[in-house]
Nanobody, 126 residues
């Protein structure tokens, strides 16, 4: 059983950057695909990014590609999301997710993931 705890959220100006962290406990993440979802007020939960178990494959939503970078440090049991060139529309609660499954074609479906963090708030001001 894996517990996921996000950190690094906060308030930033448009055009600024944040680095989110997700620390895992209760197990190791080396065999898990890890990712991020987000949910803005009044909007559905949406896929943001995914990194596979070995870190050699990544997937991004079109809305964040080129601005966000997902990475992982299996030795530290941590996954990161570097967010650059932030826009007000990036404002949301960001959730760390994990799964032992390998059907990456299903990665955009929230139900595919086995573990969820509690979320961290990111607010981008104009």
């Amino acid at each position: 059983q894996v517990q996921l705890v996000e950190s690094g959220g906060g308030l930033v100006q448009a055009g600024g950057s944040l680095r989110l962290s997700c620390a895992a406990s209760g197990g190791t993440i080396s065999s898990y695909a890890m990712g991020w979802f987000r949910q803005a007020p009044g909007k559905e939960r949406e896929f943001v990014a995914l990194i596979n178990w070995s870190g050699d494959r990544t997937f991004y939503a079109d809305s964040v590609k080129g601005r966000f970078t997902i990475s992982r440090d299996n030795a530290q049991n941590t996954v990161y999301l570097r967010m650059n060139s932030l826009k007000p529309e990036d404002t949301a609660v960001y959730y760390c997710v994990a799964t032992y499954k390998r059907r990456y074609d299903l990665a955009r479906q929230a139900s595919w993931y086995d573990y969820w963090g509690q979320g961290t708030q990111v607010t981008v001001s104009s």
